[in-house]
């Protein structure tokens, strides 16, 4: 067995930690800072604050695909299948819409299990096809299924998230929920990937040949995390739906897919801050463009060729965080 691949495997050594710890302090005060700043900031800032905490939690669930050696690039299928799933759950059953996120979650693992167990056998632009023919399968199916979904005219006046008898029918109540979530999806990337089944995905993503004859399940590894992503992003999709209060097929077409997996790459693919670095800059980046309609595209896209060209690593590549090769941050 190669010691790179071993490297991979191992946890990150005292040295490493106590680097990151140098800097835990700063990392963590500026971070208390920037949640902060939304509630005083006024309230455009706080609706990119809670597209931004949304994002966090959909591109998280792309990064846990992507860092098991797959990329998807339909992702807003799980998206939508998430936020369809807990309104149709709500208005069709009556459920609340606590329990109809927890079903509408439940169904995405499943359909997003079964798919995997079939398609994470290709490899390359293979699956990265097939997921996008899903995703435009999954959009045209609710676009033609008008007496379920509404069809192009989409559902409206979808009543706020209620927890615990606590409606978040404001943007205030709504980014803290939101900003908790999001944390949660950063908390959850970190714990897995300092556990057993995060360095099996290092191995697979690294070199599933020789995962696979060192005793590693390549296909059972990279279905748990593509459920696993897939959930995320259906989490992401309840919370979208319940904010915005309106949902329709277009609002999961190509272009969605293309803005997350951007987010991914520019904020760092082998980063777990990357995800979060990616939607902090790109969520409002179309936003401050809106002024220059004519010219809007053109700014976002010499943005990201400036990001790429100078940090091909993304943006986590200039924190001051140094690993080791084969390390995770």
């Known amino acids: 067995m190669s010691s790179s691949f071993i490297e991979r495997t191992l946890p990150a050594p005292a040295g490493a930690f ?41 591109v998280n669930g792309l990064s846990l695909i992507d860092r098991c050696g797959q990329l998807s690039f339909g992702h807003s299928a799980p998206v939508a299948l998430g936020a369809y799933t807990t309104v149709l759950l709500s208005s069709s ?12 979650l439940l169904v995405v693992g499943v359909v997003t299990g079964l798919l995997g167990w079939v398609i994470l056998r290709l490899r390359g632009v293979y699956f990265v096809l097939v997921t996008f023919a899903f995703a435009e399968l999954v959009r045209l199916v609710l676009l033609d299924a008008t007496s379920i979904t509404g069809g192009a005219s989409g559902i409206a006046a979808i009543p706020p998230l209620q927890v615990a008898g606590i409606a978040f029918d ?8 939101a900003l908790a979530l999001a944390a949660g999806s950063v908390m959850l990337m970190v714990w897995l990937f300092r556990r057993p089944l ?21 296909l059972r590894t990279q279905v748990v995390a593509y459920v696993g992503g897939s959930m995320l992003a259906g989490l992401g999709g309840v919370l979208t739906v319940r904010y915005i209060g309106f949902i329709s097929p277009e609002s999961f077409n190509t272009g969605v897919s293309v803005a997350l997996i951007t987010m991914l790459v ?3 693919r082998k980063s777990l801050y990357g995800p ?12 401050l463009f809106r002024g220059a309609v004519q010219t809007q595209h053109m700014f976002y ?3 990201l060729i400036v990001i790429l060209r100078f940090l091909p690593g993304g943006i986590a590549s200039v924190l001051p965080i140094k690993r080791k090769k084969g390390e995770s941050q």
């Open 276 to 287: 979060v670095l990616g939607a902090l800059v790109l969520t409002p980046l179309p936003e």
């Open 93 to 104: 059953l009556g459920l609340g819409s606590v329990m109809s996120a927890v079903l509408a």
């Open 18 to 58: 106590a680097t990151r710890n140098r800097w835990a302090v700063p990392v963590a005060v500026t971070g208390l800072l920037l949640a902060a700043w939304p509630w005083i900031a006024g309230q455009f800032v706080l609706h990119l604050a809670i597209l931004v905490c949304i994002n966090i939690v959909i």
């Open 170 to 177: 404001s943007r205030e109540r709504f980014y803290l929920l």
């Open 198 to 218: 995060g360095h099996a995905m290092n191995a697979v993503a690294a070199n599933p040949l020789l995962a696979e004859a060192s005793g590693l399940s390549v």
């Open 301 to 303: 896209g010499a943005a």
């Open 266 to 268: 520019i904020g760092g």
